[in-house]
Each structure stands twice: as C-alpha cells, then as structure tokens.
Nanobody, 115 residues
Framework: VQLQASGGGLVQTGGSLRLSCATSGFSFDGYATAWFRQAPGKGREGVSCITSSDADTYYAESVAGRFTISRDDAKKTVYLQMNTLKPEDTALYYC?????????WGQGTQVTVSS
C-alpha cells in the first residue's frame, strides 16, 4: 500500500492550493481516506475525511467552508482543495487510510501560508 501526497507549497494569506494523494496497492474504492496535518510543535490533527460508498465528507471546524475533499476512484486519488488559506493552516499535510486493520500514511506535503 502506498500513498503519495503532493501539491503543497508557499502561498499568501487568502490563496488556494490543491493537494493530491495518489494511492496504490489496495482497493481504493472500498475504503475511506482522510487528510491530517501537523504544525510545528503541535500534534497531528484530522482535517477532513471522505467515505467510500456514498462519498460522505467530514471536516474539522477550523477548515469547514474553506476546504473541500473529493475522490476519483478511477484514478485512485483523493484531493483536498484548500481556499482562503490562513497562516494557521501552515503544516505538513498527510493523507491516510486504514486497510485490513493497518494504518497507512503518505509521506506528507508541506503547506506554508505567509501573512
């Protein structure tokens, strides 16, 4: 199982970025996937999650209304569209899935929002 996150970068406050997480090695369309982030000196926190069957979505309160998670089962990829970015969104962003009782994490992609 592999998860490859990309799309991070440096952006000004109010800007946008789109993260991608390309996956392989498991039945992507049968499992939920999620994005987490970890800011310097802080613990890892859940940002958003999307289920497999109905593609229900969930968001942390801090990003609701600004971020949108989506998935493309044909490409086995999950996306995180981030709009109206704030300096407090600066963090290393990870994609995640749980498959057959194991947790799998991508390598992380850095998002830095300048004020």
């Amino acid at each position: 199982v592999q998860l490859q996150a990309s799309g991070g970068g440096l952006v000004q406050t109010g800007g946008s970025l789109r993260l991608s997480c390309a996956t392989s090695g498991f039945s992507f369309d049968g499992y939920a996937t999620a994005w987490f982030r970890q800011a310097p000196g802080k613990g890892r926190e859940g940002v958003s999650c999307i289920t497999s069957s109905d593609a229900d979505t969930y968001y942390a309160e801090s990003v609701a209304g600004r971020f949108t998670i989506s998935r493309d089962d044909a490409k086995k990829t999950v996306y995180l569209q981030m709009n109206t970015l704030k300096p407090e969104d600066t963090a290393l962003y990870y994609c995640y899935t749980a498959w057959r009782g194991y947790n799998y994490w991508g390598q992380g992609t850095q998002v830095t929002v300048s004020s």
